[in-house]
């Protein structure tokens, strides 16, 4: 299937900025949409970011304005740059990837390990 592989995550002040990337890697396959997840605990899994092959993004409310998704269709990577950080961005992030692979091209839905992010008041 599809593996990916996040980075990039760490321990940052508040109004800091971090940047988070992350590459898929595996054998015949298509992605359409990449993005980011994010998990705080106690919390469920919430969407902060994705992004078409295209180029067509949605944000979280909460993140309009200070992160920006971009992605490499050639390398299978996407970036998640975010600024004006705060502690209530404590989490952690979660790439993911949806498309299809194999010879038949089988859909699949693909997510990394995670990395955390943590944001001191």
């Known amino acids: 299937q599809v593996q990916l592989v996040e980075s990039g995550g760490g321990l940052v002040q508040a109004g800091g900025s971090l940047r988070l990337s992350c590459a898929a890697s595996?054998?015949?396959?298509?992605?359409?949409?990449m993005g980011w997840y994010r998990q705080a605990p106690g919390k469920q899994r919430e969407l902060v970011a994705d992004?078409?092959?295209?180029?067509?993004?949605n944000y979280a409310d909460s993140v309009k304005d200070r992160f920006t998704i971009s992605r490499d269709n050639a390398k299978n990577t996407v970036s998640l740059q975010m600024n004006s950080l705060k502690p209530e961005d404590t989490a952690v992030y979660y790439c993911?990837?949806?498309?299809?692979?194999?010879?038949?091209?089988?859909?699949?839905?693909?997510w990394g390990p995670g990395t955390q992010v943590t944001v001191s008041s």
């Open positions: 595996g054998s015949s396959f298509r992605i359409n949409a």
């Open positions: 992004i078409t092959s295209g180029g067509s993004t």
């Open positions: 993911n990837a949806v498309g299809v692979y194999g010879l038949t091209w089988k859909g699949f839905s693909s």
